[in-house]
C-alpha cells in the first residue's frame, strides 16, 4: 500500500477542465490520492437574465478541495506559461477543455492526455455524445489519448465502449460516460505511473464521423425525415441545447422547444407535419406514423409535460409545425 502511495506521490498532475463532465474525473483523481498541483479552468463569466458572476463547475470543486486554480484568458500568456512551469507537474490531463498550444501540451515530462467521449477516430469535435445519438449509433464509448497539435488526432491509450439504448438522450448518456470516463483515466495514470503505456495512432482513413459544434440551426427538427431520424434527433438534443420546431397556427407562429418524445408506427394520409391532439396527448404526423411529444416548452415558459400544457394551447384544426 505504501508502495502505490509512493508511486502516486511522484505524479504531479496539472488537471485543465471545466464542466461537471470534468468534475467527475478530477474527483476521481482526488478520492484515489493522487498529487493535483494545479487545475486550470476557464474564466469567472456573467451568465443568466441578472448577469451574475458564474464560476465553472470544476473551479467550485476545486475551491471546495484546496486546490490551486488557475483561469487564463489566453493560453499562449508568458505569464500563465511560467505559473504553469512553477507547478513543476509531470503529467497533465485534460478534459472537456479547450485546444492547448504546443508549449503548454509539451511541457509534461509524461505528456498530456485527454479524455475524449467517443470513440476515436469517430466523432472528433466538440459535440461527440450528441451527435452519436443524433446519427443513431447504438454504441459509443470513451478514449484517452496524447494531445498533438490537431483537435482529437493523437495517439489512443486506451478505449472502453457502452451500448447507446434505444430510450438514452443526450443527458442520460453524458452521465454513463462520465463515470465510465473517470474509470478509464485512472487506468491511463495507472498506466503512466507503471511505465507500460502502450499507444496506438489513429486511423484517418474509411468513413469518419465529426462531432461539429452545435448550433441553433443545427436543433431545428425536419419533419421530412424518417420517424427514427427524427426522434434520435430530439433524444440527441435533450436535455441541452433542446431541439425545436415552429408552430404555425392561424396568423402567428410559436418557437416551441421539444425535450420528450416517443414513435408510434402507424400508417396514414395526413401531411407531414400535421398536428393530431387532444386534451391529452399532441402528436406530430411524419412518414411511417407520429412522434408524440411529451414534453415541450413554449417562448418565456419552463419546460413542461405536454399534457399540462394544451389547455392553453386552444389550436386550431390548422395548427401544425414546420
Given at each position: 500500500?505504501?508502495?502505490?502511495l509512493d ?7 496539472v488537471f485543465?477542465?471545466?464542466p461537471?463532465f470534468a ?9 484515489h490520492?493522487y498529487?493535483v498541483?494545479?487545475?486550470?479552468t476557464a474564466?469567472?463569466r ?12 470544476v473551479?467550485?470543486?476545486a ?8 483561469q487564463?484568458?489566453?493560453l499562449?500568456n ?5 505559473e ?17 498550444p ?7 515530462t509524461?505528456g498530456?492526455?485527454?479524455l ?5 477516430p ?9 451527435w452519436?445519438?443524433?446519427?443513431g449509433e447504438?454504441?459509443?464509448g470513451?478514449t ?5 497539435d490537431?483537435?482529437d ?8 465502449k ?6 438514452d ?5 453524458h ?5 465510465l ?10 498506466h503512466?505511473?507503471n ?9 484517418n482513413?474509411?468513413?469518419l ?21 427524427i426522434?434520435?434527433h430530439?433524444?440527441?438534443l435533450?436535455?441541452?441545447?433542446g431541439?425545436?420546431?415552429t408552430?404555425?397556427?392561424?396568423e402567428?407562429t410559436?418557437?416551441?422547444k ?5 414513435i408510434?408506427?402507424?400508417?396514414h ?5 400535421s ?15 407520429y ?9 418565456g415558459?419552463?419546460k413542461?409535460?405536454?399534457?399540462d400544457?394544451l389547455?392553453g394551447?386552444?389550436l386550431?384544426?390548422?395548427?401544425h409545425?414546420?
Open positions: 500500500m505504501n508502495m502505490n508511486k502516486k506521490n511522484k505524479l504531479r498532475i485543465m477542465g471545466t461537471d468534475v467527475a474525473i478530477l474527483s476521481q483523481l482526488v478520492t490520492n498529487t498541483v494545479g487545475v486550470i474564466p469567472d456573467p451568465a443568466g437574465r441578472g448577469r451574475k458572476i458564474q464560476e465553472s463547475a473551479k467550485k470543486y475551491v471546495q478541495q484546496n486546490l490551486k486554480v488557475l487564463p484568458t489566453n499562449k508568458e505569464a500563465f506559461i511560467d504553469l512551469k512553477e507547478l513543476k507537474a509531470n503529467l497533465q490531463i485534460v478534459v472537456a477543455f479547450r485546444m492547448l504546443k508549449v503548454v501540451w509539451q511541457m509534461p509524461y498530456t492526455f485527454n475524449h467521449a467517443s470513440l476515436l469517430q466523432y472528433r469535435g466538440a459535440a461527440p455524445i450528441n452519436a445519438i443524433i446519427n447504438t454504441e459509443t470513451v484517452t489519448f496524447f494531445i498533438d490537431k483537435i488526432t493523437g495517439a489512443i491509450i486506451l478505449q472502453e457502452i451500448a447507446i439504448e434505444p430510450t438522450t443526450a443527458g442520460s448518456l452521465d454513463k460516460l462520465m463515470h470516463g473517470a474509470d478509464l483515466v485512472l487506468k491511463t495514470v495507472n503512466i505511473e511505465g507500460d503505456v502502450k499507444t496506438i495512432l489513429q486511423e482513413s474509411g468513413k464521423r465529426s462531432a461539429y459544434k452545435i448550433h441553433k440551426e443545427t436543433c431545428k427538427i425536419d419533419w421530412s425525415k424518417s420517424i427514427d431520424a426522434n434520435n430530439i433524444r440527441g435533450s436535455p441541452y441545447p431541439s425545436w420546431t408552430l404555425v397556427e392561424e402567428k410559436i418557437f416551441l421539444i425535450y420528450d418524445a416517443t408510434e408506427r402507424e400508417q394520409t395526413l401531411a407531414t407535419g398536428l393530431v391532439f387532444d386534451k391529452k396527448e399532441l402528436k406530430v404526423a411524419v412518414h411511417g406514423g412522434i408524440n411529444l411529451l414534453e415541450i416548452q413554449l417562448p415558459k419552463r413542461m409535460k405536454t399534457i400544457v389547455n394551447l386552444n386550431s384544426k390548422t395548427a409545425v414546420v
